[in-house]
């Protein structure tokens, strides 16, 4: 019972905390995530859930915006939900049209829920692309670090070469804020239109890097970064536009 109220307040939060998706790296927004694992056999439960949810939502003139990308790989089947706040005070803020649809979370949703992890994130908008608007899938790369100042020099540098020698960066970095013992410290997405685009063969950072720098200065920089990296893990996500409210 206390693990399904846990569980329950988390999704609150989470849905509660939905604001304006931006797509924009380029401001120094939060970053709201939630993480939620479906019950087996629940799928299209969850799913038709959801969309009740939405469908109040909209009735009740709700402005808030978010995606729910679906993860591909991994163990379970996870969605994501997110959305973004300008400032930390907006987590002060409550949505009264949130609280209208509440019994549709409580009765619709949360019974194909088996878990949920809720996590927040800030843009490193000095290193990160706007996020495309047709972006239908994302390949996100977490990372779990020793260093943070160590392991956003090396982010930082590498990036650069791949600007100097491109003319834009690839994707979106963020930094945890805060989180429990397994959440990661950084992340990074890297947007995709379509699936044939990840066989599109492109010059990976660490030959860019070396061709800028030459290989001497760039074995120091490789020796940092695998010394300040714990563990690093990615998996595909591909966004839902039935169960997402995205920002016109």
Not at 110 to 118: D, G, L, R
Request: net charge neutral; hydrophobic share 40%.
């Amino acid at each position: 019972m206390k693990t399904l109220k846990l569980i329950i307040n988390t999704m609150i939060l989470a849905v509660f905390s939905v604001s304006m998706l931006s797509a924009q790296a380029t401001q120094n927004v939060l970053f709201t995530s939630n993480e939620i694992t479906v019950k087996r056999g629940h799928h299209e439960q969850f799913k038709e859930g959801v969309k009740k949810w939405k469908e109040c939502y909209l009735e009740n003139k709700g402005e808030g915006n978010w995606n729910m990308w679906h993860r591909l790989q991994g163990e379970g089947n996870v969605y994501v939900m997110t959305g973004s706040k300008a400032n930390w005070a907006e987590m002060d803020k409550d949505d009264p049209v949130n609280k209208e649809c509440y019994a549709v979370l409580l009765n619709f949703i949360m019974p194909h829920v088996e878990k949920t992890n809720f996590n927040i994130a800030k843009n490193m908008p000095e290193i990160s692309i706007t996020w495309p608007k047709d972006a239908k899938h994302a390949w996100v790369t977490y990372y779990k670090v020793k260093n943070g100042n160590a392991f956003k020099e090396v982010v930082t540098a590498v990036i650069g070469a791949m600007k100097d020698k491109e003319g834009t960066m690839r994707s979106i970095w963020r930094e945890f804020q805060g989180g429990g013992a397994d959440a990661p410290d950084y992340m990074v997405s890297t947007p995709y239109k379509t699936f044939a685009e990840l066989d599109v063969t492109r010059d990976r950072p660490q030959k860019i890097y070396t061709d800028a720098v030459g290989s001497k200065k760039a074995e120091e920089m490789w020796e940092k970064w695998f010394d300040t990296v714990l563990d690093s893990w990615s998996y595909i996500f591909t966004l839902n536009t039935e169960l997402s409210n995205p920002k016109p």
